[in-house]
């Protein structure tokens, strides 16, 4: 998990996590894969933006510094959802809108995720394209 805008504030974390998510896909596709079958999907990363408690949390004998909340849950979910779709990254529509709208990104329309009543519109950082 990586964590973005905390604690100092970032106004274009949305776009910096996309970046790192790229950069992560595009380096596990420069080493061999394991075996061919196992060529097109070699990472599956899910990136959600939204509020989360941050801080260091746990006791004095294992302290970490982390995020917890529904926007972590959903992130955490829409990994599950990248390999549903047969992607490697899934973002949120909400981090789409605070990416300004300006990725490279293609729509995968809407997905119902366990703790949401509503379907979250998804998107997919292709890799042939690059994020902003």
């Excluded at 746990?58 to 992607?87: C, F, H, P, Q, W």
């Excluded at 300004?100 to 950082?125: C, H, M, N, W, Y």
């Amino acid at each position: 998990m990586a964590i973005w805008n905390a604690p100092n504030d970032e106004p274009d974390h949305a776009s910096r996590a996309c970046r790192a998510a790229a950069a992560i896909r595009d380096a596990m596709h420069a080493i061999p894969p394991l075996a061919p079958q196992h060529d097109a999907v070699r990472v599956r990363i899910g990136i959600n933006s939204g509020t989360a408690l941050v801080g260091n949390i746990g006791s004095a004998e294992r302290l970490s510094y982390t995020a917890i909340g529904d926007a972590v849950n959903l992130a955490s979910r829409l990994v599950g959802v990248a390999k549903d779709k047969g992607v490697e990254i899934v973002l949120s529509g909400e981090t789409w809108e605070r990416a300004d709208r300006r990725l490279d990104a293609r729509s995968l329309g809407e997905t119902v995720v366990r703790g949401k009543s509503q379907p979250v519109p998804i998107f997919t950082l292709d890799r042939k394209s690059s994020p902003i």
